[in-house]
């Protein structure tokens, strides 16, 4: 069966309007270039950072000091800063934001709800030197004259609140990302509870739950992903957030037990010193420094997910 | 990948320059000098229409990486390059730069201290013990002894210096191993340090902001900020033994003193200098230029600049609180123009 001479060409404009392997391979090269940027991103640190690996190999992770003077580099102070500020800035930004989507979404009047969405967007919107700043003047001063004593007043026997209370440090700095972090939280995660079907809730109702019951039985778990998701981009934004953090953070570089000692980050050093940086050791300590945030931001990443799936999902899988 | 970049973006330049027939020269380095140079380029360019010099503050270290990669037409720094990096840059691009001072700063040791209301004086040594953390109240028989009289409170002292690199530090850090050999062995002089205590502000706006904030506080920055913000900051006793106040006459003053001893290649550190009236914690800051310039217009506009930069440029300083080069120092400099090849 031998096809006609001109449909050879039409079939390639169908193809092209209306192909499937076409899209496929255009969609595939898009999606393809996020892996490329990655593995260029990578590569790029990884060269670039080799004398210092060549120099301190794996001891850069845990080593304490960092001294320009005497060319000794170790990334320990700023991993503990970055960690303990992200961790402390979720514990208090995911409840809250959470609470406050379930809120928006499930109970609140539609024209309170709308209110609300669109504030918290503009939150999400403002630039964190903004917030930086902000810190700097209102919730430092607040902090050293207010919450840091009484802090050290009530729970002064734990190792985690003793020293002076400067304004500045570890807590001041999580503080900061908690309300950092706390819009895209509350945007994303209503936005996912919003778009469970409504026969869901009309089922749970039906069989005799009381609201509260079908929202957190039913809506929350079968919208778990998107305020996973939300937790997540939360978990990237507090780990690399630069501007605001080095305004409060007091930026010492060693690590302290206490909360309200000054500390350091990672993004922090690298946007302070980055600059000023001279001979090849430090500047390559410092894109290193780079690589481990990037490997920081994967581990802890891959934590948080087993971490969620292990604590919800019990016969509320969806597929 | 980054030198394909830089590459393209060189062509761009160059193409954009032989359009439009001005010369245009591009310089990077230092910031503290930023607005003294930013002003200077601006009036230069409206008497001579045909040179145009973009500069680019991105910091010392950034200044000297970018002469060394052949990215900038000269550079900008407020510490003198090393042996080793000097080296570098002749291995790689085959010409030497040249230092030539262009303005002095003052550091000054700003502090904050609640019921104290007359103007304190610091002793080298003092200095270097409260920013090691041995000297900790600021009612410390040190403290006492170059103040007396004055009514200290039994207060912690909070220390904050600089979080960034910077010219800065490096003059006060550099100061204080001169003064104190503990702070030599122990710390050292350079634009990053380890800090044994205190906290960390960006920029000279940021340590200001921490002194200003923090009650019993002390921190150093660049003179111009401290009476900006209205900080009270101190008088520093110099190498003759007098309490000297940092103003722009006290800092040229210690620049005469050291022009006696300048070396021919003007890198050279000021602090502490000799003289009865020379304020301590002083610095020049200089632009790098490379003494072989292979396109003659460029050669050309780059060393009129300099004559003009030493001469009718030096009136411009003081508005912005800079301390003019002093005339000893500007006849020595005028003979290093002709080096450029």
Redesign the interface.
């Known amino acids: 069966m031998a096809a006609p001479p001109e449909s050879r060409a039409r079939k390639f404009a169908k193809l092209l309007v209306n192909g499937d392997q076409v899209s496929h391979l255009v969609t595939l090269v898009f999606a393809g270039s996020v892996f490329v940027v990655t593995v260029?991103l990578v590569y790029?640190l990884w060269i670039h950072s080799e004398p210092s690996r060549a120099k301190f190999g794996f001891s850069f992770l845990w080593k304490q000091?960092?001294?320009?003077?005497?060319g000794e580099f170790g990334a320990w102070p700023f991993i503990y800063g970055t960690v303990l500020t992200s961790v402390i800035a979720l514990l208090i930004s995911v409840p809250l934001g959470v609470g406050a989507a379930i809120f928006l979404a499930e109970l609140a009047p539609p024209r309170l709800s709308n209110a609300c969405t669109f504030l918290v967007e503009l939150l999400a919107a403002v630039p964190s030197v903004i917030y930086g700043l902000l810190a700097?003047f209102t919730l430092?001063?607040l902090m050293?004259t207010t919450i840091e004593p009484f802090l050290k007043k009530t729970l002064g026997f734990l190792p985690l609140f003793t020293g002076?209370a400067?304004?500045?440090g570890y807590l001041t700095a999580a503080l900061i990302l908690a309300i950092m972090t706390f819009p895209f939280i509350i945007s994303i995660s209503r936005e996912s509870l919003l778009a469970v079907p409504r026969e869901q809730r009309e089922a749970a109702l039906a069989l005799g739950a009381t609201q509260w019951e079908s929202t957190w039985k039913v809506v929350v778990p079968y919208a778990r992903l998107g305020i996973i998701g939300s937790v997540f981009l939360a978990l990237a934004r507090a780990l690399g957030e630069t501007m605001a953090v080095?305004?409060v953070i007091?930026?010492?570089?060693s690590a302290h037990a206490s909360l309200l000692a000054?500390g350091?980050t990672i993004a922090?050093i690298i946007?302070?010193?980055f600059?000023?940086?001279?001979g090849d050791l430090y500047l390559s300590s410092l894109v290193e420094l780079g690589l481990v945030l990037f490997g920081l931001t994967m581990v802890l990443n891959a934590l948080a997910q087993l971490l969620i799936l292990a604590t919800t999902g019990k016969g509320s899988k969806r597929d | 990948m980054k030198k394909q970049i830089v590459w393209t973006a060189l062509l761009a330049m160059s193409a954009a320059s032989a359009l439009t027939a001005a010369e245009t020269i591009n310089a990077a380095g230092a910031t503290f000098p930023a607005p003294i140079y930013q002003k200077w380029f601006e009036e230069y360019r409206k008497a001579h229409p045909d040179v145009q010099i973009n500069y680019q503050s991105i910091g010392s270290g950034g200044g000297i990486r970018q002469l060394t990669e052949g990215t900038v037409d000269f550079g900008a720094s407020d510490m003198p390059m090393t042996d080793q990096q000097i080296k570098d840059v002749v291995a790689k691009r085959h010409f030497k730069p040249l230092h030539f001072p262009t303005v002095l700063g003052g550091v000054v040791p700003a502090y904050s201290v609640s019921g104290v209301n007359t103007e304190l004086k610091f002793s080298g040594e003092t200095l270097a013990g409260i920013f090691m953390g041995k000297i900790a109240k600021w009612n410390d028989a040190a403290i006492k002894k170059d103040n007396p009289g004055v009514n200290l409170p039994n207060e912690d002292i909070t220390v904050a210096h600089r979080s960034d690199a910077s010219g800065t530090s490096f003059v006060f850090t550099d100061y204080l191993s001169k003064v104190s050999p503990e702070w030599k062995s122990k710390v050292g002089a350079n634009t990053a340090v380890n800090w044994p205590v205190g906290l960390g502000g960006k920029g000279n706006e940021g340590v200001a902001g921490l002194v200003k904030q923090t009650p019993n506080s002390i921190g150093y920055m660049d003179l111009i900020y401290a009476v900006q913000n209205k900080i009270a900051y101190g008088s520093v006793k110099n190498a003759s033994g007098s309490f000297v106040k940092a103003d722009l006459n006290t800092v040229t003053e210690a620049a005469a003193g050291a022009a006696k001893s300048m070396p021919e290649d003007f890198r050279v550190s000021i602090t502490n200098a000799p003289g009865k009236n020379a304020y301590p914690i002083s610095t020049f800051t200089w632009l790098l230029i490379p003494d072989k310039i292979d396109n003659p217009a460029k050669k050309k506009a780059i060393s009129e600049f300099l004559k003009w930069m030493m001469g009718p440029g030096q009136a411009d300083a003081q508005g912005l609180s800079f301390a003019p080069l002093p005339m000893a120092v500007v006849s020595k400099e005028e003979k290093q123009v002709s080096l450029i090849k």
């Open positions: 260029l790029q000091t960092w001294d320009p003077v005497t700097l430092v001063p050293r002076p400067y304004g500045v080095t305004m007091g930026n010492n570089t000054p350091y922090a946007a302070n010193q600059t000023e940086a001279t």
